[in-house]
Antibody
Framework: QMQLVESGGGVVQPGGSLRLSCAAS????????MYWVRQTPGKGLEWVAV????????KFADSVKGRFSISRDNSKNTMYLQMNSLRVEDTAVYYC????????????WGQGTLVTVSS | DIQMTQSPSSLSASVGDRVTITCRAS??????LAWYQQKPGKVPKLLIY???TLQSGVPSRFSGSGSGTEFTLVISSLQPEDVATYYC?????????FGQGTKLEIK
């Protein structure tokens, strides 16, 4: 059964850094692009970043460009989101997401990990 | 970047009602439009992709239509378990913008 499990969330001060991990299982991780989506408490969904199946392509939302980086280790079935220069407005639940149908919607979501940026 | 705008932001309807939610894209996205349902405290769930393709396991009372810049999600007969927030999203290429959401409640 396909599963995505995020970890690494927590409380950090503005300007700090945090690295999120997403451990995948139940599918051939190395053949699929992966995504991060976040949701501010009580608010809507915001796509954050995408990485191609082999890590050769990545793209970021304007709101995090230059501060966040994305990577993956296909030997460990794990994706990462390195978040630097964190701001209060980055406070959100961060979801790891995959898309099995290449031309389809985001069909598999992890349970999310909460990142709180506060002094 | 392409912006996605949903209407209404919230609505209240009775069990058995036909409910329609609209999503507009600021530019032509052909049919690359997905709909998600998020129940309180739960993870978003994909309902429809490619504007009208029902995800496996989704009840047939949900349907989607549209192309270009205007899309609709229809619930043909509202059920109590459909209480949720619904989001649209363009899914062809980055940035994968979401709409702001439509909160659906039972009257």
């Amino acid at each position: 059964q396909m599963q995505l499990v995020e970890s690494g969330g927590g409380v950090v001060q503005p300007g700090g850094s945090l690295r999120l991990s997403c451990a995948a299982s139940g599918f051939t991780f190395s053949t699929y692009a992966m995504y991060w989506v976040r949701q501010t408490p009580g608010k809507g969904l915001e796509w954050v970043a995408v990485i191609s199946y082999d890590g050769s392509y990545e793209k970021f939302a304007d709101s995090v460009k230059g501060r966040f980086s994305i990577s993956r280790d296909n030997s460990k079935n794990t994706m990462y989101l390195q978040m630097n220069s964190l701001r209060v407005e980055d406070t959100a639940v961060y979801y790891c997401v995959s898309r099995i149908v290449v031309t389809g919607g985001f069909d598999y979501w992890g349970q999310g990990t909460l990142v709180t940026v506060s002094s | 970047d392409i912006q996605m705008t949903q209407s209404p932001s919230s609505l209240s309807a009775s069990v058995g009602d036909r409910v329609t939610i609209t999503c507009r894209a600021s530019q032509d996205i052909t049919r690359y439009l997905a709909w998600y349902q998020q129940k309180p405290g739960k993870v978003p769930k994909l309902l429809i992709y490619a504007a009208s393709t029902l995800q496996s396991g989704v009840p047939s009372r949900f349907s989607g239509s549209g192309s270009g810049t205007e899309f609709t999600l229809v619930i043909s007969s509202l059920q109590p378990e459909d209480v949720a927030t619904y989001y649209c999203q363009r899914h062809n290429s980055a940035p994968y913008a979401f709409g702001q959401g439509t909160k659906l409640e039972i009257k």
